[in-house]
């Protein structure tokens, strides 16, 4: 578990540095420089019933994702009903930064150099940094491939943040956009697939999961 843990945080650290160069190999410049629409405004009710119902329809497909799933849909909850300030504020500070901290020191624990200095290792970072540079890959080519549909109103490059590293692949949308041109702003858009790629590969998960009994 921690050579594991250990080479999904290098990823997730390596993420400026791995994805520019596909971004920019899949893409052409006016495809870069294409400027997307406003988001429609979204009502209170919607961003409420959003946590719910995404909780209640992955539990009943893969109930062995409900830990996962559920406790980033109850955060949103949290966020989104506007009923439980204390709750919200401790969430996003004093009790995110500690169970970073226990993360941290469990992951550290169980990561001995006999664990991590191991050709099975090597193979867990190697297979995981090919994964990664596929689903890049094939985010922007499904980018493309809506910006054909849309008739040019997708910039294929909030393709990339389909991965699961939130926020820092909608942040790289935005940067190799705002390169071609400075005045585009794809953040925001850029974090749709983001969160879905989480959802994804919490779904993913349960998935292998239910396979291999975990």
Known sequence: MGPIAVA????????PIIQPPIMK??????????????LRPVSKLERILFPIIVTIVV?????????LVGMLML???????????????????????IV?????????????AEAFLKFDTLKIVALGLIAFA???AAGVLFGKLMCKLTKGKVNPLIGSAGVSAV?????????????????NFLLMHAMG??????IGTAVAAGVFMAIFGV
């Open 134 to 136: 596929f689903g890049t």
């Open 75 to 97: 955060g949103n909850l949290f966020r989104e009903c506007g009923v439980v300030k204390q709750l919200k504020e401790t969430a996003s500070n004093a009790l995110m930064y």
């Open 25 to 38: 190999l899949l893409t052409t410049e006016k495809e870069r420089k294409i400027k997307m629409t406003q």
């Open 167 to 183: 926020p820092m692949a909608a942040r790289i949308s935005q940067k190799v956009g705002a390169e071609a041109d400075p005045t």
């Open 193 to 198: 697939p983001n969160v879905a790629g989480v």
């Open 59 to 67: 539990c009943l497909l893969l109930p062995s994702t409900a830990p």
């Open 100 to 112: 970073v901290i226990i993360l941290g020191t469990s992951v550290g624990a169980t990561t001995s």
């Open 8 to 15: 999904a945080y290098c990823y997730m650290s390596l993420v």
